[in-house]
């Protein structure tokens, strides 16, 4: 039998709930507790949770106005606010209630053991970057690919050429320049907003114009084609001021913070290792051959591609037919609902990380190909899964 309240509250999330139809408390006690049963794995599962005291009684207010309903959420946690945030942002991805179309949007999350809560948040990724405040440890690794959904939002286009970017660039006396929009993504996830990529083998003169007035770090993948692209910035006149690199044979949007923080600081200034830059042979040409080796050669890729740079950051989901017709587009909220509706959807183009409850109702179609931000099943037997990283291989 769950109990009352936890022994110890800490937090209380507030949140709002809109229903299309007429239904009861009971009805969203229900649709809470079913529909994010597996979401989160065992240790943060809500029923386990109230068991064990952890979340305390779900308080519901509902007001019935025509056939709508409206109310207000009440949970009280005595989790930690990695695991609060979690459980907020799990709220809202309950989209139906009863026989009724439902959205829950997070308002806020009470600090109970301050005397006023320093942020009012309405969304996840607003929770994230508000609460979360401290290394997240490993086991989170949902928790890490909600961030990286949020940090995604924060790159920038800079100069005439459009150079993938962090927020920072314009305002900071140190900027790192890698290679391309992966490399990026991965640092912005562990808020690494100072970068910028020189989206392709040629040197932009945005990069060169910027190494005059600003502190430059290279930091390029552990293997040759690195070495050589310091070599190209350099003859490109580029004025490097220090060289940081991956570890032999692994690729900068591969690392993880701890690497990251560990190259960063072992960064070497390049007048120690410029001559040997300057006698290092070999040409840019190896590095292109070497980038082709490693394209996913995919035509229908190629064409998703194109959309998925047209919805990026816009929180819209595209589906298309087997012949890549648009056959509607639509807020990420609606997608389940969407597929159920156009029973020929090919192919899902979509601004949003791929959960294992959304991908589960997905494959219940016919949708071959998913493009998403990030995804926490990599691979599946029917649907091919492509993340916004894949595509700068293609």
């Known amino acids: 039998m769950a109990k009352v309240s936890p022994p110890y509250i800490k937090y209380l999330i507030y949140a709002n709930v809109y229903i299309e139809g007429v239904v009861e408390k009971s009805d969203v006690i229900g649709a809470i507790f079913g529909q994010t049963e597996g979401l989160l794995g065992p240790e943060l599962d809500l029923r386990e949770l109230q068991r064990s005291g952890k979340i305390g009684r779900i308080d519901v207010k509902l007001k019935v106005e025509g056939k709508k309903t409206y109310g207000e959420l009440i949970v009280p946690t005595s989790l930690n606010r990695f695991e609060t945030s979690l459980i907020a942002a799990a709220l809202e991805t309950v989209n139906r209630i009863g026989p009724a179309y439902a959205t829950i949007k997070v308002d806020r999350i009470e600090n109970i053991r301050k005397a006023k809560v320093q942020y009012i948040l309405s969304r996840s990724r607003d929770l994230l970057t508000k609460l979360v405040t401290e290394e997240l440890p490993d086991t989170k690794e949902l928790l890490m690919y909600l961030e990286y959904s949020e940090k995604m939002k924060s790159l920038i286009e800079y100069g005439p050429e459009k150079l993938p970017a962090g927020p920072e660039i314009e305002k900071a006396e140190e900027i790192i320049v890698v290679e391309g929009r992966a490399d990026i993504l991965n640092l912005l996830k562990y808020g690494i907003k100072n970068v910028i990529a020189l989206n392709g083998l040629n040197v932009p003169k945005t990069i060169v114009d910027l190494s005059k007035k600003k502190i430059i770090t290279t930091l390029f993948d552990g293997d040759r084609a690195g070495d050589l692209l310091i070599k190209e910035l350099m003859l490109n006149g580029v004025d490097i001021d220090f060289v940081a690199k991956a570890p032999t044979g692994t690729e900068v949007e591969e690392l993880s913070r701890k690497e990251i923080l560990k190259v960063l600081k072992n960064k070497i200034p390049f007048e120690q290792v410029k001559s040997y830059y300057e006698k290092l042979e070999g040409s840019i040409e190896e590095v292109k051959t070497f980038r082709e080796q490693k394209k996913i050669k995919d035509p229908i890729l190629q064409k998703l591609k194109q959309i998925a740079e047209g919805i990026f950051k816009s929180g819209q989901v595209v589906l298309l037919d087997e012949n890549f017709n648009i056959l509607t587009k639509l807020p990420i909220q609606k997608v389940s609902d969407a597929v159920e ?54």
Do not use: F
Not at 358 to 385: A, E, F, T
């Open 341 to 394: 509706q156009y029973p020929n959807t090919a192919y899902i183009v979509m601004d949003t990380v791929l959960s294992r409850e959304l991908l589960d109702n997905l494959s219940k179609g016919n949708v071959k190909y998913i493009i998403c931000l990030d995804s926490i099943i990599k691979k599946h037997p029917k649907i091919n899964i492509y993340t916004i990283k894949d595509l700068d291989r293609v």
